[in-house]
Structure formats: C-alpha cells, structure tokens
C-alpha cells in the first residue's frame, strides 16, 4: 500500500476536490470497503509518512516525489 498511499498523496490535489471525494470514488466506484485516506488513517497517518519519506531517500518507491506539504499538517 506504501506506493499507492505515496501516488494518492502527491496527486489528491490534482484528481478531486477533497481526499473524501477520493475515498468516495474508491468506495463506492469500485467497491473498496474503505478509500486509501481512511485505510492511511487506520494504519497511523505520521508512520505512513515516515516510512513513504524513508522509502524515496533510499529510492524503494516507484518515483522520488516527494510528499506535499499539506500531508505533514495532517493529524
């Protein structure tokens, strides 16, 4: 999950208006019991982050963008 939680974190700006929206879609679109937002928040928003930040500085992620800003403003 670490790659689609560090896809959706970069482009949740771009792709809907909220990350509810995202969520939504997933739910509801294609019959995910929950979105990636509420399964990051289950799984502990800042360790999520943690491990994302630690897997682009040793280059275990797909691509090296990095987080937005507003991910680390989240509780």
Request: proline fraction near 3%; hydrophobic fraction near 50%.
């Amino acid at each position: 999950f670490r790659d689609l939680f560090h896809y959706v974190g970069v482009h949740a700006q771009t792709i809907a208006h909220n990350i509810r929206d995202i969520d939504a879609a997933l739910r509801f679109g294609f019959a995910w019991n929950e979105g990636p937002f509420a399964i990051w928040q289950a799984a502990g928003w800042k360790t999520i982050v943690a491990e994302i930040e630690n897997s682009i500085a040793n280059n275990k992620t797909l691509v090296k963008t990095a987080l937005p800003k507003w991910i680390h403003e989240q509780n």
